[in-house]
């Protein structure tokens, strides 16, 4: 039984590139959640999705991340551009929602982005 | 601002001594989620505990919501259980807010 996938595991970036990191979350979770993780900052939420509909953009983060969701087992995050600061370990979840609005959260392994 | 705190930040102990991690939140929430991470490893889920006390193994949560704190007491601590603790609490529509950790080192 296959947990949350990332990938890649490792990427590194030119200031001013477009990346574009991937998700998959367990099979059968209908929420999808993206978060960054910084020593400073901790964990910080960047989008999440529920049923494929995007719940949460991000908000001081929706400038230059875009995440997407185009079938229920796969989604992507977009960074355009990217700036050294954006230099990160970016993690992915999933949870079953089951309509009491809160469920246990599973971990991806992360990718860690360094921008140059 | 929502927030959660946890203390210590960092917690050095023997092996066999038990740990106490403690996370208090600036508001009620029902649900509280405990994770694990080593240093490049991945967000572990230990416990998902709502209210009351859970236990898995060595490991047991206790959270009181009208209280808004939660606790996570771990017995007879060994060198494997190094790491990052995090408790998280849960919004509206499942979203977590994560507290800085405490670093638990055990030593032979």
């Known amino acids: 039984d296959a947990g949350v996938t990332q990938t890649p595991r490792h990427e590194v970036a030119e200031k001013g590139q477009t990346i574009i990191l991937k998700c998959e979350p367990v099979s059968g979770h209908n929420d999808l959640f993206w978060y960054r993780q910084t020593k400073i900052q901790g964990l910080e939420l960047l989008s999440y999705?529920?049923?494929?509909?995007?719940?949460?953009d991000g908000g001081a983060f929706k400038d230059r991340f875009k995440a997407e969701m185009l079938n229920s087992s796969f989604s992507t995050l977009k960074i355009q551009p990217t700036e050294p600061k954006d230099s990160a370990v970016y993690l992915c979840?999933?949870?079953?929602?089951?309509?009491?609005?809160?469920?246990?959260?599973?971990f991806g392994p992360g990718t860690r982005l360094t921008v140059l | 601002e929502q927030q959660v705190q946890q203390s210590p930040a960092s917690l050095v102990l023997q092996e066999a001594e038990n740990a106490e991690l403690q996370c208090s939140f600036s508001i009620f929430t029902n649900q509280v989620q405990w994770f694990y991470q080593r240093p490049g490893g991945r967000l572990v889920s230990l416990l998902y505990?709502?209210?009351g006390t859970k236990q898995s193994g060595r490991l047991t949560s206790t959270t009181v919501i009208k209280e808004r704190r939660s606790s996570l007491h771990i017995s007879s601590s060994q060198i494997t259980d190094s790491g990052t603790y995090l408790c998280a609490m849960g919004l509206y529509q499942g979203k977590l807010i994560f507290g800085q950790g405490t670093k638990l080192s055990i030593k032979p």
């Open positions: 505990n709502p209210s």
């Open positions: 999705f529920r049923s494929k509909s995007l719940m949460e």
């Open positions: 979840a999933s949870s079953f929602d089951w309509g009491g609005n809160y469920a246990e959260q599973f």
